[in-house]
């Protein structure tokens, strides 16, 4: 294999530069030379192509979001976009791929293969965590310590005045950001999309913190927990118990930004060489992750059908512990 393209697709994490610059590196390194896919499989199309160099790379590390950029493109789920996609990656000679990003990303890199015979390595990109075949994805780390940051300022402001602030983290289907953060800032209650929530048992635990003269409380509720969002937990509580002074914080995108973590920029440098050497070895279709602290390689139709399940016994813990 001569030439490698990498490229960023869907949601940006921080880490994806790390990534980035460990398989522009490592194909240097192998003598490969490495062409940089701008915005996604949208660039791809569109013939965004450049050959990168060590010093592409450089001074990087530290910073979020993606280099090369990343979008999220309609187009390439139609065969008649694959095929312009397949033929620009022609026209430069690349050989093989390494997609950096999630479900989305490793279904159109699966379908390509199928089609084109372009083989992909990827690696898991997303702050969520849920991806099946890696204990960590990049980014993750980043976002639940911006998360657990900004819940413990407001835990300051909340024990001043004696309010219930209900924070909302991402998390659209998966609840990992918001147990790590909740655990890790000693939320009352923590709400999920993967367990049901039970209103009657939250209101119960703010209520034994009201009479013990709680100073301040906090829930924690991922953007899709069956409950809804935080406005609407709130209202649910209000109805209910009217003592309560709540306050409501949406932490929004920032939770994606930043400069990311010492263990997603390890994360990243270990992915990406890994991907690089997997191509080099023949592999295809499969996401390089990360358990027990070894790299393994997960097919990609099990890595995005087998979403990773949430650790109930976290949940439990917290129950414990808020109690």
């Excluded at 295809?284 to 097919?299: D, H, R, Y």
């Amino acid at each position: 294999m001569k030439k490698i393209g990498v490229f960023t697709s869907g949601g940006d994490s921080p880490g994806m530069n790390a990534a980035i610059r460990s398989v522009v590196r490592t194909c240097i390194y192998l003598g490969i030379t490495p062409y940089g896919i701008y915005r996604g499989y949208e660039g791809m199309m569109e013939g965004e192509i450049q050959e990168m160099s060590s010093s592409s790379v450089g001074n990087i590390l530290q910073r979020g979001g993606t280099i090369l950029k990343s979008a999220r493109s309609e187009k390439f789920r139609a065969p008649e976009g694959r095929m312009l996609a397949a033929k620009q990656l022609e026209k430069n000679g690349i050989e093989g791929l390494v997609a950096i990003g999630g479900d989305g990303t490793f279904t159109g890199a699966k379908i390509f293969y199928e089609e084109f015979g372009i083989p992909t390595i990827g690696i898991p990109g997303t702050i969520d965590c849920d991806l099946f075949g890696t204990d960590f994805t990049l980014g993750f780390d980043t976002a639940i310590n911006t998360a657990m940051q900004a819940i413990d300022k407001i835990r300051d402001t909340a024990d001043s005045h004696h309010r219930l602030f209900i924070v909302e983290v991402m998390g659209r289907d998966a609840g990992f950001i918001a147990l790590w953060t909740g655990l890790a800032t000693g939320a009352e209650s923590i709400l999920v999309p993967e367990t049901s929530t039970n209103m009657d048992s939250v209101i119960q635990t703010l209520e034994f913190g009201y009479k013990r003269n709680k100073a301040s409380s906090i829930i924690v509720v991922a953007e899709g927990d069956d409950a809804g969002g935080a406005f609407e937990v709130a209202n649910q509580i209000k109805a209910r118990f009217s003592h309560f002074d709540i306050r409501v914080s949406i932490l929004g995108h920032m939770q994606r930004g930043g400069s990311p973590t010492c263990y997603d920029r390890v994360l990243g440098a270990r992915l990406g060489e890994a991907a690089v050497n997997a191509l080099v070895e023949g592999r295809k279709n499969e996401m390089a992750g990360l358990i027990n602290n070894q790299v393994c390689f997960t097919a990609f139709g099990k890595a995005i059908k087998h979403n990773l399940d949430i650790n109930l016994n976290l949940v439990k813990l917290n129950e414990i512990l808020s109690s």
